[in-house]
């Protein structure tokens, strides 16, 4: 064994019947997180997961990724009246501070500063949003990491708050009326519980209501817009058209990409909105881009997996679609409505960004943004503005700034800021992307980064990274953590682009999901056998790693094929496929998922349900496991992270073949990872990472100059 002894959970008699077939359920209790139960369970797993972890290499790791992650952090700035702003971070800050300056070379100013709201920067800006005449920002802050948050406003000219605070606000638009007087935004009704902390709660989000603040008045005056009593479950998003005309209703169900449209002219709102629906249904999803009177620009994926851009004239009776820009073999990810115009199109090429400026009036393309291989972090422009910023990374960039003025095609857009991190040379790493075949047939990319002169000998230790779900695609990206575990620990990194995200469209996406899902863990495990009999690594030395949807990915592959891994970091998983749809806004998952009500889907989902899937095998000991989640996290509740963990003590602890550790870590403070603070994300991966050193055996090598 492996010397830790697990604390003794207690084990519940709670059976429940699932369409004729009996599960038990030993750890419902753990679903209770204020519980004394729960509290001293969560203390007694950080009890032995703390002393494993805190070891000298962690130490030497943290040194080197405080050193180099000390680097300033610049974000787009953008354009709101006569005034520029941007994000910035001197580099170990816990929050990056929003800057205003009166002129692109002006001296910057202290706009919004979120460290001075909490001694411990757990308070964190998710949202601006400025009014039509740009004197006021509104702004949503959430504590601890959690979903909840709160609206304040904000004086431009002043740089001081109005007395407006909105709370109770979670997966929120914010939408100013163009009289300037007040926005749209959504709220939830308040938790049942006393004195509650928000974010500890597991009520299930339901009832979703669109209201109307008018600034300088309370909230229990706000107006009430929209709400959908007959369907508790839909989402209410609002926004007002750039011309101030149109008020537009998104109404989704759940994370499927595909909304309902409807239409409102704008007036004073004085109660419930009477829109016409004009899309009245969920076959594909719409974003607008722009209108000229009644004719409205859409994106959307109607008929066209991997997107396209239509027009719609919204004072015909019927709703009848004209083709802009057609689909192509790309991903049209995003639009933006730019110079009056113009479009600017971001698609994705084999998981690798491209830009391109089109014509609004006929969808022409006018010319293509020339990008390097990898992802547009950030775009900044303005429907009646020519001036353009966009921010480039990939795994060896850590970010380049670009501004360009697209009235100008003979003028090639120029470096406005380029991020120098201290210490990391990009020439000493190589990237490249790989086309393996998936147990189906099905050709997966992954992207592989190493340092150059590596010897391909089954040895390196390596990371494999997944996600694989609602339609999120991941693309190269910068990370300290990682360079310094390919360039101090000898480390192979690789990405893997499986099915369930957006890569290749609406299609690579359903082929990850409900009855398709276990597509997911075959890509998965077939990315793994790739860099094994590529000899970039071999079991023992292999971790594989994946966050939320990611955390379901790397645990149902840990139960399926468990000795292919040396090691798997699973953090903020959805771990209980039987239950998840009723805490918080699990529900909306069921999109992706599925649901265990149904008894064709409760089929598919017990199959792979982490915690409903863990069984020792007298032949192949589990990987070591670290499972992370955090106390504030009310996206994937933590009782996810405590039931399999408990499951996979009692299951396995005991056994002689189980030497590998199976560990969690509780934090608290602290969310599904929106947020959260850098002190408290370094903290983290020093903390997964001196894990991996300590399963899979590996050595420090100092950097050169040490």
């Known amino acids: 064994m492996s010397g830790i002894k697990y604390p003794q959970a207690e084990r519940g008699d709670v059976v429940e019947d699932f369409h004729g077939t009996k599960v038990a359920d030993p750890y419902k209790w753990l679903e209770d997180p204020d519980a004394e139960k729960t509290q001293e369970f969560v203390k007694a797993q950080n009890d032995i997961s703390s002393p494993f972890i805190d070891t000298p290499f962690r130490k030497v790791f943290l040194d080197r990724l405080k050193e180099v992650f000390d680097f300033p952090k610049h974000g787009c700035p953008f354009r709101r009246g006569t005034k520029y702003y941007y994000f910035f971070n001197t580099g170990l800050q816990n929050q990056a501070i929003l800057y205003q300056k009166d002129s692109l070379d002006g001296e910057p100013r202290v706009f919004l500063d979120p460290n001075e709201l909490s001694e411990d920067g757990t308070t964190a800006i998710t949202g601006i949003r400025f009014s039509k005449n740009d004197q006021y920002m509104a702004y949503n802050l959430s504590k601890a990491g959690s979903d909840w948050s709160s609206i304040k406003v904000r004086d431009t000219e002043t740089g001081k708050d109005l007395d407006d605070e909105l709370e109770w606000v979670k997966f929120s638009s914010v939408a100013w009326t163009h009289d300037n007087e007040g926005f749209f935004y959504n709220r939830y009704n308040k938790p049942n519980k006393e004195n509650v902390d928000a974010g500890t709660e597991t009520d299930t989000n339901v009832d ?365 998983g959805v771990m209980d496929m039987l239950h998840f749809h009723k805490f918080t806004i699990g529900h909306a998952w069921t999109t992706d998922f599925g649901c265990a009500d149904d008894p064709e889907q409760f089929k598919w989902l017990i199959k792979y349900s982490p915690i409903h899937n863990v069984k020792h095998r007298p032949d192949a000991q589990y990987p070591a496991m670290l499972l992370l989640t955090a106390d504030h996290d009310d996206r994937v509740v933590p009782l996810h992270t405590l039931k399999l963990i408990a499951t996979l003590q009692h299951e396995l602890g005991d056994k002689e073949n189980q030497t590998n550790p199976l560990l969690a870590r509780i934090e608290v403070k602290a969310g599904h990872g929106a947020g959260k603070p850098t002190q408290k994300r370094l903290e983290e991966m020093a903390d997964v990472f001196a894990f991996m050193a300590k399963t899979l055996d590996i050595q420090w090598t100092p950097p050169a100059s040490a």
């Open 208 to 572: 979703q209501k669109l209201y109307y603040h008018r600034l300088h008045t309370p909230q229990s005056e706000d107006v009430l817009c929209y709400e959908t009593p007959d369907h508790p479950k839909w989402m209410i998003h609002a926004s007002v058209t750039e011309d101030g005309k149109y008020f537009l209703l998104y109404i989704s169900e759940g994370c499927k990409p595909a909304n309902r449209v409807y239409v409102a002219e704008a007036a004073p709102i004085t109660g419930m909105l009477q829109p016409r629906k004009l899309i009245d249904n969920f076959d594909a999803d719409y974003s607008y881009i722009a209108n000229d009177g009644s004719i409205f620009t859409f994106k959307t994926n109607l008929n066209a997996p991997r997107s396209r851009i239509v027009r719609i004239d919204i004072s015909k009776d019927e709703v009848s679609f004209d083709e802009l820009v057609p689909e192509t073999k790309d991903v049209l990810e995003t639009v933006r409505w730019i110079d009056n115009d113009k479009m600017l199109l971001n698609y994705v090429r084999d998981v690798k960004d491209v830009l391109q400026l089109h014509a609004l009036s006929d969808g022409s393309l006018l010319r293509p943004i020339e990008l390097d291989v990898g992802s547009l972090s950030g775009i900044a422009c303005h429907y009646d503005d020519s001036e353009l910023f966009y921010q480039f990374t990939s795994f060896l960039t850590p970010g380049i700034i670009y501004r360009a003025d697209v009235s100008k095609p003979d003028q090639q857009p120029s470096v406005f800021y380029e991020t120098k991190v201290e210490g990391f040379n990009a020439h000493e790493f190589v990237t490249e992307q790989v086309f393996y075949d998936s147990k189906d047939g099905t050709k997966i990319p992954m992207f592989i980064v190493h340092r150059k002169g590596i010897q391909l000998d089954g040895s390196n230790p390596t990371l494999l990274y997944g996600y694989g779900g609602f339609s999120i695609s991941l693309t190269p990206f910068f990370s300290v953590s990682r360079t310094i575990f390919c360039g101090n620990m000898g480390g192979v990194f690789a990405l893997a682009n499986i099915r369930g995200g957006n890569e290749y469209g609406e299609d690579w996406h359903k082929a990850g999901t409900l009855e398709n899902k276990q597509n997911c863990f075959d890509d998965f495990q077939a990315a793994a056998e790739y860099l094994i009999a590529n000899k970039y690594t071999c079991a023992k030395k292999l971790a594989i790693q994946g966050g939320s949807n990611g955390g379901l990915l790397v645990a149902a592959c840990a139960n399926q094929r468990p000795e292919l891994y040396g090691a798997v970091i699973a953090q903020v």
